[in-house]
Every structure is written in C-alpha cells, then in structure tokens.
C-alpha cells in the first residue's frame, strides 16, 4: 500500500460533486428533485446517492422520499463548512484499489520511507481541512449563478 492511499491523499474524487450539490441546494427553495440534481451536476442518479448518502447520515443534507421526494440541506448554508463536507465525503469514499503490480516493492527503505511520508501527507490533510473549514456552502452560494 502506498503512502497517499494510506494517509488518504487530499481531496477525494467525489468532495467537488458533493460541494456543488450543497451550493444547488443552498440556492434551492425547499426540495429539489433528484433529476434536477443529475442535471445540474451531469451524472447518474446511482453515483448522486452515492455522494449524498454520507452527507444525508451527517445530518447535512435531507433525503425525502416519494412523489415530491428529493433533497434539501438538512441546517442553513451558513452553517455547513467545507470542512465538515470534506470529512464527510471522505470517511464514506471507498478506499483506492491498488493490484500487486500498481505498487512498487522499495524493500525495507520504501517501507520507512511511505511510513514518513503517509504522517506529513496526514499532516497536510488536518490542515487542509481546517483551512476548509473556514468556508461554508453560504460563502460560495453567493459566488456562483446556477
């Protein structure tokens, strides 16, 4: 295993989808609906559950079901940081599949060597998400036009 993927890399793949997701629903008046959603972010209804089902177990987003179902911020924009998104998104990400041949034998120095690395990659990444945490959905909602 390497190192990025054992200290977790930055941002996972889907924390920009689930942040442009939020700054929708932020600029949605009540429920918007899961297809306006996969419109708005050109993707799958399957990959939009996947990135909002751990935003919907954080209590960041609601989920509705049935005829007039859809999603809505589950606590005001000014209150979600994309800190807490990030954390959200990545403790739900599922972890990188690497085959035997993907990562290099370095021997013993390698070893050492990602073990060093993987703590100033985690290191990076505490920081990174403090810095993130200085933003919320509010703050980019009113920098976009959707």
Same mark, same amino acid.
């Given at each position: 295993m390497s190192a990025s993927s054992r200290a977790g890399g930055f941002a996972p793949p889907r924390?920009?989808?689930a942040v442009h997701i939020l700054v929708?629903?932020?600029?949605t008046e009540g429920v918007c609906p899961?297809?306006?959603?996969?419109?708005?972010?050109?993707?799958?209804? =399957?990959?939009?559950? /996947?990135?909002?089902?751990?935003?919907?177990?954080?209590g960041i987003v609601e989920a509705r079901e049935g005829r007039v179902g859809g999603y809505r911020l589950g /606590?005001?924009?000014d209150r979600i940081t994309l800190g807490e998104v990030y =954390?959200?998104? /990545?403790?739900?990400a599922a972890p990188a599949?690497?085959?035997?041949?993907?990562?290099?034998?370095?021997g013993p120095r390698g070893e050492q060597?990602?073990?060093a690395l993987g703590v100033i990659l985690g290191q990076a990444e505490e920081q990174a998400v403090d810095f993130l945490g200085r933003f919320t959905i509010?703050?980019?909602a009113r920098k976009v036009d959707l």
């Amino acid at each position: 295993m390497s190192a990025s993927s054992r200290a977790g890399g930055f941002a996972p793949p889907r924390f920009g989808v689930a942040v442009h997701i939020l700054v929708l629903l932020a600029l949605t008046e009540g429920v918007c609906p899961s297809a306006e959603i996969a419109s708005q972010v050109q993707s799958h209804s =399957t990959f939009l559950r /996947k990135v909002l089902a751990p935003l919907v177990q954080v209590g960041i987003v609601e989920a509705r079901e049935g005829r007039v179902g859809g999603y809505r911020l589950g /606590k005001p924009a000014d209150r979600i940081t994309l800190g807490e998104v990030y =954390t959200a998104v /990545k403790s739900s990400a599922a972890p990188a599949t690497e085959g035997p041949d993907d990562v290099p034998d370095c021997g013993p120095r390698g070893e050492q060597l990602d073990l060093a690395l993987g703590v100033i990659l985690g290191q990076a990444e505490e920081q990174a998400v403090d810095f993130l945490g200085r933003f919320t959905i509010a703050d980019l909602a009113r920098k976009v036009d959707l």
